[in-house]
Nanobody, 115 residues
Framework: QVQLVESGGGLVQPGGSLRLSCAASGIILRINTMGWYRQAPGKQRELVAAITSGGSTNYADSVKGRFTISRDNAKNTVYLQMNSLKPEDTAVYYC?????????WGQGTQVTVSS
């Protein structure tokens, strides 16, 4: 079994920064992809950024140049550094781990960007 525990959400003013962390535990395969998705009220869940165990990254167009995803394979932890935050970034952010045919999800952490 796999567990994902997120931390780092909160309330921030427009233009501010937050750093999300997600630690995976359990049976973690050497080859996997970890990522962050978000879901705003009334909207579908969408990919924000993802990173493979080899370090390849993928970003949503809306966050390119503002968000940076990274990971520490030794700690099975993925990070999302979010800069220049906008009100439209407000959402619940979910950590995701893809390995083999399976997807695992964290419980979600709220990010609110408001003055």
């Amino acid at each position: 079994q796999v567990q994902l525990v997120e931390s780092g959400g909160g309330l921030v003013q427009p233009g501010g920064s937050l750093r999300l962390s997600c630690a995976a535990s359990g049976i973690i395969l050497r080859i996997n992809t970890m990522g962050w998705y978000r879901q705003a009220p009334g909207k579908q869940r969408e990919l924000v950024a993802a990173i493979t165990s080899g370090g390849s990254t993928n970003y949503a167009d809306s966050v390119k140049g503002r968000f940076t995803i990274s990971r520490d394979n030794a700690k099975n932890t993925v990070y999302l550094q979010m800069n220049s935050l906008k009100p439209e970034d407000t959402a619940v952010y979910y950590c995701n781990l893809k390995q083999g045919p399976r997807d695992f999800w964290g419980q979600g952490t709220q990010v609110t960007v408001s003055s």
